[in-house]
Every structure is written in C-alpha cells, then in structure tokens.
C-alpha cells in the first residue's frame, strides 16, 4: 500500500497562476483533509470531506477550493495564488473513528 | 471552543536524556487523544494515541497517560535518541457538533537530541 500520496512535491508560482494538488489514498478511507503548515502556527486546516461528495470549510479556506473527485482522490485548487499561500501542504485521509489521520509526505509551495 | 496547549519549544537534550513535553486541553466530552511526530522533511505519522481516561499509550518507547482530572496527556520518554529529533504534535478529535473525525491541533514542540 502507498498510504496517502502527493503530487507534486516543490512547486513554484507567480503570483496570479493558478494550479491544483493533487492527493490520492488506497487506504478506503472516507474522510479526506487539506492542511496548511507555516512556521509556528502548526497545522490549520483548509477544507475537509467527511465522505465521497461532501466537502466543508475548515479554518483558512479563502484563495482555495477543493474537489473530492472520487472515494480515492482529493485535490485542493488554487485559482489566483497570492505570496501568503507559501506553506507546506499536506494531505491526510482517516476512517470513520476514531479520527486517526495518516499524512502524505507534503508539498512545499512558494508564491514569488 | 476545544483547544489543545502544548509546551513551547524548542527542546534540546542530550542522548539519554529524560523527556516530557507536556500538553493539556480542553473538550466537552470524552475526546480521544493523539500525539504525532514529524521527521524532517517529511508528513506526520501517528506515534500514540489513547481512547479514554487513564489509557497509556505507548510506541517507540514514547508513553503518554490520558488524565481527565488534570485534563493532561503528556509526552515521556526515558532515553531519547538523536533519531527522536523531531516535531512532537498533541491533537484530540473534535466531538463538539457530533463529528469526531476532524482534529484539534496544538501548534507543535520541537525537539532537538544532541549526541
């Protein structure tokens, strides 16, 4: 098993382009997570989907939107990227309970 | 809201060394509680989690009591390593509006294991 994976690792962006991240799980998990990860404020979360079809704001969602295309795959979009969306990215995806989340490996995202 | 608070870092110690690195929350009900670690470099992995009160969890040699009196969950481990150097993240599940499948983050406390 691959666990979560992440596409891509490193990516650099202007400021306006716009690109999406990809994440895959073969772990038949429901719930999906899109996270943020800047230096001293841990991990804040940009979107969720509790279940295939289902996607909610978490804490950071302005700049972003996602797409749970299937059971398997959850893509965060940024449609206008901005220097304050330079974070690391991370993708995690759990069962139903007890909320245990396994992570992919992240991507790391630099706006000029 | 519930929260998590974790001990500021850095940490540093040297290999042999005793580790606690505390963490204490807040939650109405019975959260389940977790620590996570992250190598450098890499995403985060669970290390130990606990379902109920006075659960130990342990991995790795890591162990860490959920106390409801003291609304605790605090990390030790007897000998660190200079592998242990790592980011230590305390986090419970989120049961406020029914859905205990999101996580409630602290902001993480790093440790650095000099040999």
């Known amino acids: 098993n691959a666990g979560v994976t992440q596409t891509p690792k490193f990516q650099v962006l202007k400021t306006g382009q716009s690109m999406t991240l990809q994440c895959a799980q073969d772990m038949n998990h429901n719930s999906m997570y899109w996270y943020r990860q800047d230096p001293g404020m841990g991990l804040r979360l940009i979107y969720y989907?509790?279940?295939?079809?289902?996607?909610d704001k978490g804490e950071v969602p302005n700049g972003y939107n996602v797409s749970r295309l299937n059971k398997r795959e959850f893509s965060l979009r940024l449609e206008s990227a901005a220097p304050s969306q330079t974070s690391v990215y991370f993708c995690?995806?759990?069962?139903?309970?007890?909320?245990?989340?396994?992570f992919g490996p992240g991507t790391r995202l630099t706006v000029t | 809201g519930d929260s998590v608070t974790q001990m500021e870092g850095p940490v540093t110690l040297s290999e042999e060394a005793f580790l606690t690195i505390n963490c204490t929350y807040t939650?109405?009900?019975?959260?389940?509680l977790f620590w996570y670690v992250q190598y450098p470099g890499e995403g985060l992995q669970l290390l130990l989690k606990a379902t109920k009160a006075d659960d130990k969890g342990s991995n790795k040699g890591f162990e860490a009591t959920y106390r409801k009196e003291t609304t605790s969950f605090h990390l030790e481990k007897g000998s660190v390593q200079v592998s242990d150097s790592a980011v230590y993240f305390c986090a419970l599940s989120g049961i406020r509006d029914g859905n205990n499948r999101k996580l409630i983050w602290g902001l993480g406390t790093s440790l650095a294991v000099n040999p």
């Open positions: 939650a109405t009900g019975y959260p389940s």
């Open positions: 995690a995806s759990s069962d139903l309970s007890p909320s245990e989340q396994y």
């Open positions: 989907s509790a279940s295939e079809g289902t996607t």
